[in-house]
């Protein structure tokens, strides 16, 4: 437990720190605001704007006594008081120097006519382009908005996620996921699994960091993707209901709740979902093996049902302290269960001494998981708008499988002297979170960002996996295939961030964050034990120049790491059938990388983002043969290099006042080097891109229709050679008032499909998959309650990240 020393230590630095840069201070503006009355008004939101433009600089919120405080440095500046039932106030402009007195006592005349429902209709670009980002706004789609988070992620910018939930973004794999800024710490299938139980209703917009700052954690090569959900007003009574249902093959349903509610100083909300999905996929592999007789072929084919049932439940309360502190708590919580059955035929071919021509295997699969994340924050905000936040979670994931795997051999005369081998498999895998944060930020030196923080974490996993076979009768323990396999992490990190802006052009951020990483893996079946301890430094930094609205121009830098996921490390073995299985690799290391990014921006309509990554020690998936055995297994490894570069091209195009034309294409090209088995050598490099068009068509009546479609040419994935893609959606909305209806159709002409390739060595292996990807759905929801008055906090926690490596036990 050394790690929890440094922790005192640092966090002990850090709180030094806040006492010495709070002797600095700025500029600030109090008063009042009271009704015609002379009484006051309490949760008035009171805006400091830029007197050229009437942007937002800061806000704030008067207390119960009306009370409200404001900090700027110098500038021209104008002030707005705004309450529903009440007539908005503008001040006059003014500078630093010269301050209203009338701003001391603000007041609020009751608006003269009744006021009906206030519906904001700006409507935002599907994408758009900052200096830290590419923005996929969810609500300007009717497509996006009707179906689940999991096809969202599908269909943004340069996005790429595979029928086994792998992401990737321009060519690059192990993305971090973060929700609400926060990282979600589950493996791909599970991660896959919660989108595709969140409604995309739900979802505001997605973002994409290719070069994050240094207050997010340095894992993620790809970058980050932040998928930030909608919030609800927090005054009174608030909330959705909705209930999306579809059809492919099989049919699918997910009805939701999402409530609210704040008086005075507390706010509680919660919300609920329940989600089924039925769909089915066939997948096919053909692979050559050389043997002492010659080459021998495996021609597999295979059809699969899987349904999944997931309950996802959030809930807690804030309580507003005072007008600057919030002491929060929250509780995260996803259950559920994941089955499948599936018949698997392969026929034999080629030159072999097998007393049988094939097999047929049949797989039936079950899985529970409980997931459940505890959180207390505490936020403070001092009068020169310098912040305070702290973050202590303890997150538990519980999870158990089982699988039957019973192979039947057969021969082409009709007969086989080969007895079945069947087999059972059973899983238990227990992981506990446990995980402190702490960030400060303020202004120094006048006009100069500060944030400062740490975070430590501490992970423990225990997996058993009991392997079974039938003997006599009587399925007996196979101790050569069972196994024990625990597992611990500590991590601790701390990191400075500081920011400067020259006027309305330059912009530059400095950022460096240190992690020192202790884990240890143990078998208790080999008693084998892998140990690390290691540190290292991640600097970041960017710099940004804009021209008025002419061009914008951006350079970013960031070093980063991403640790192989706990599934990955557990070396226990899942079976297909007798030839095919797949195994972990306790002796995975993290990978590093070197991550570089230019954006160049026109006139806010056409936006070229290029970037270099060069990965060392990259986590990969490989294949990998054991001849003698006539087996193939699938595992992960390290390789030694991949070089990835790419240029993005975004251009979202107001063609008129009806049709919106959004363009995003991405080109890239991966370079991989790397020493394999045996002495052989990968070499492999290609160049591919993927391209969006989407049509948005305001007509008549408020309904919006959009038509989509999206193409991704052949790529290559580490050794994976994967081939072209492709699809058309599309998607109506229609709303009155509060009441929204959605219908979209998924791959029109079901023509997606996913085929993949990998020849190295001796290896020589051809894959098919097609799943269920044509699905017509209709969303229903409605809106309730006070809509309109302040926001309730976005909420996250601080072993978010940690969950997201959780291992797979499927």
């Not at 990282?183 to 791909?188: E, F, I, Q, V």
């Not at 026929?347 to 797989?363: M, S």
Request: aromatic share 12%.
């Amino acid at each position: 437990m050394h790690i929890f020393r440094l922790v005192i230590i640092s966090f002990c630095a850090i709180f030094s720190s806040f006492s010495i840069l709070s002797a600095q201070s700025t500029a600030s503006l109090q008063g009042h605001v009271r009704d015609q009355a002379d009484e006051p008004l309490p949760y008035v939101n009171v805006l400091l704007l830029s007197s050229a433009d009437s942007s937002l600089i800061k806000g704030s919120v008067t207390d119960t006594t009306g009370a409200y405080q404001l900090a700027f440095k110098e500038g021209t500046y104008r002030v707005s008081a705004q309450m529903v039932g009440y007539q908005s106030f503008f001040s006059e402009v003014f500078t630093t120097e010269q301050i209203p007195q009338s701003l001391a006592n603000i007041q609020l005349s009751e608006a003269t006519t009744e006021l009906g429902e206030v519906v904001v209709s700006a409507t935002k670009p599907m994408i758009e382009v900052t200096s830290n980002a590419i923005v996929l706004n969810v609500e300007s789609s009717p497509i996006l908005q009707n179906g689940t988070a999991q096809e969202v992620l599908e269909k943004s910018p340069g996005v790429i996620v595979d029928q086994n939930g792998n992401v990737s973004v321009k060519g690059k794999s192990n993305v971090l996921i973060y929700l609400d800024g926060k990282p979600t710490y589950l493996s791909d299938s599970d991660l896959m699994r919660l989108l595709e139980s969140t409604p995309a209703e739900n979802i505001e917009k997605i973002e994409i960091m290719d070069n994050p700052p240094a207050k997010y954690d340095a894992e993620g090569n790809a970058g980050i993707i932040n998928i930030v959900r909608k919030e609800q007003a927090a005054m009174g009574l608030n909330g959705q209901v909705g209930f999306n249902m579809g059809y492919g093959r099989y049919p699918k349903a997910s009805p939701s709740v999402n409530l609210n509610y704040r008086k005075g100083a507390i706010n509680v909300f919660g919300n609920y979902s329940y989600f089924y999905n039925k769909r089915y996929q066939i997948n096919s592999i053909f692979r050559r093996l050389p043997t002492l007789e010659g080459i021998t072929t495996f021609d597999q084919t295979s059809d699969q049902v899987s349904w999944v049932r997931s309950n996802n439940f959030r809930g807690g309360a804030d309580w507003f302290i005072s007008e600057r502190s919030t002491l929060g708590v929250l509780v995260n919580g996803n259950v559920g269960n994941w089955n499948s059955r599936g018949d698997n035929i392969t026929r034999l071919g080629g030159e072999y001494n097998n007393p049988y021509d094939g097999l047929n295997a049949q797989n039936r699969n079950r899985n529970n998981w409980n997931n459940l994340t505890y959180n207390l924050n505490f936020k403070h905000q001092w009068q020169d708008n310098s912040e305070l936040t702290l973050d202590a979670d303890y997150s538990q994931w519980k999870g158990d499988s089982y699988q039957s795997n019973d192979n039947f051999y057969f021969s082409n005369e009709g007969s086989t002297t080969e007895p079945p081998l069947l087999v059972r498999t059973a899983t238990d895998s227990d992981i506990d979170i446990l995980a402190f944060q702490a960030d400060y930020s303020r202004t120094i030196f006048g006009d100069w960002g500060l944030e400062i923080g740490a975070k430590t974490s501490s992970v423990t996993t225990d997996n058993l996996l009991n392997f079974r076979t039938q003997e006599d009768d009587a399925f007996v323990l196979d101790p050569q295939r069972s196994n024990q396999f625990q597992y611990e992490e500590d991590i601790l990190a701390t990191y400075a961030n500081v920011q400067k802006k020259w006027g309305e052009q330059w912009q530059m951020q400095l950022g460096l964050r240190g992690e020192n990483t202790y884990s240890q893996g143990y078998s208790v079946t080999l008693d084998s034990t892998v140990q690390q301890n290691y540190f290292n430094l991640f600097p970041s930094a960017s710099v940004s120049y804009t021209q008025q609205d002419q061009y914008s121009l951006s350079l970013s830098y960031s070093r980063r790491i991403d640790r192989p996921n706990y599934g990955n490390l557990n070396p226990f073995e899942f079976f297909l059938d007798r030839f095919t299985f797949e195994r972990g690799n306790p002796f995975l290391n993290p990978q590093y990388t070197n991550a570089f990014g230019l954006t160049y921006g026109y006139r806010n309509a056409v936006f070229v983002t290029l970037n270099y990554n060069r990965t060392n020690d990259a986590i990969t998936q490989v294949l990998e043969q054991d001849e003698a055995n006539q087996l193939t297994f699938q595992t992960t490894t390290n390789l030694d290099l991949i070089e990835n570069y790419s240029v993005n091209i975004a251009a979202p195009l107001p063609l008129n006042d009806w049709w919106v034309l959004n363009l995003n294409a991405t080109g890239f090209y991966n370079d991989v080097q790397s020493p394999f088995s045996e002495g052989e050598q990968i070499d492999k490099s290609q160049f591919s891109y993927n391209a969006r068009v989407q049509n948005t068509f305001s007509l008549p009546g408020n309904i919006k229709l959009e038509v989509s479609g999206f193409y991704n040419s052949p790529t290559l994935w580490g050794m994976f050679e994967i081939s072209e893609q492709y699809q058309i959606d599309a998607g109506l909305s229609k709303t009155w008032g509060r009441f929204i209806a959605q219908a979209s159709w998924n791959d029109i002409f079901n023509i997606r499909e996913n085929r993949v390739r990998i020849q190295q060595g001796d290896i020589n292996t051809d894959v098919f998959n097609k799943w269920e990807s044509r699905v017509i759905r209709l969303n229903l929801s409605y809106r309730f309650g006070n809509q309109k008055i302040k926001q309730a906090r976005r909420r996250g926690t601080a072993s978010d990240e940690l969950r997201r490596r959780t291992g797979d036990s499927n």
